[in-house]
T-cell receptor
Framework: NAGVTQTPKFRVLKTGQSMTLLCAQD?????MYWYRQDPGMGLRLIHYSVGEGTTAKGEVPDGYNVSRLKKQNFLLGLESAAPSQTSVYFC?????????????FGPGTRLLVL | SQQGEEDPQALSIQEGENATMNCSYK?????LQWYRQNSGRGLVHLIL?????REKHSGRLRVTLDTSKKSSSLLITASRAADTASYFC???????????FGQGTRLTINP
């Protein structure tokens, strides 16, 4: 049981480049989340999904897009990276949201935008 | 905007002492959770307390919840060096499908 995995672990981008972060979970969880964490800060929710084929905006969605084509995968895309998107990105999943709100986190992806 | 606020922002104690950190939130909640984050790692769930509970224990952890004051506290007894980490509270409101995290307390246990 790998839990929640994230690919890649670290990436350097130039301003304007695009990339996709992949999150995969093997726990058959319905809900998946993408957060960003900046130094000394808590987590801010970017987008989330309550099931395959659904997505919703979180607190800081601008500049990001997401897709949940398969239940086990949740992709986060940056179409045109900006230095303000330098951060650590965490993916998480939970079984059923409000009824089972405990979230399980991946190890994170460190992104540096130059 | 983040709902939870942790206090203190940083705490440094000697090994063996107890560590207490607090969380305040703004709106009515269903549950409150505490998570731990070791440096450079993802968050790990520690304990969940529901809005109709006042106190909960798990090993060396004790969590209290006061819904009238919209606050919670996490007590770690007999601290160990391995407890050095950041601790976050997270709340979910009724009907909400997501958690709102506080900014965290950075705990350092000195040997």
């Amino acid at each position: 049981n790998a839990g929640v995995t994230q690919t890649p672990k670290f990436r350097v981008l130039k301003t304007g480049q695009s990339m996709t972060l992949l999150c995969a979970q093997d726990m058959n969880h319905e809900y998946m989340y993408w957060y960003r964490q900046d130094p000394g800060m808590g987590l801010r929710l970017i987008h989330y999904s309550v099931g395959e084929g659904t997505t919703a905006k979180g607190e800081v969605p601008d500049g990001y897009n997401v897709s949940r084509l398969k239940k086990q995968n949740f992709l986060l895309g940056l179409e045109s990276a900006a230095p303000s998107q330098t951060s650590v990105y965490f993916c998480a999943s939970s079984l059923f949201g409000g009824q089972a709100p405990t979230q399980y986190f991946g190890p994170g992806t460190r992104l540096l935008v130059l | 905007s983040q709902q939870g606020e942790e206090d203190p922002q940083a705490l440094s104690i000697q090994e063996g002492e107890n560590a207490t950190m607090n969380c305040s939130y703004k709106t009515s909640i269903n549950n409150l959770q505490w998570y731990r984050q070791n440096s450079g790692r993802g968050l790990v769930h520690l304990i969940l307390i529901r809005s109709n509970e006042r106190e909960k224990h798990s090993g060396r952890l004790r969590v209290t919840l006061d819904t009238s004051k919209k606050s919670s506290s996490l007590l770690i007894t007999a601290s160990r060096a391995a407890d050095t980490a950041s601790y976050f509270c997270a709340t979910d409101a009724s009907g909400a499908q997501k958690l709102v995290f506080g900014q965290g307390t950075r705990l350092t246990i000195n040997p």
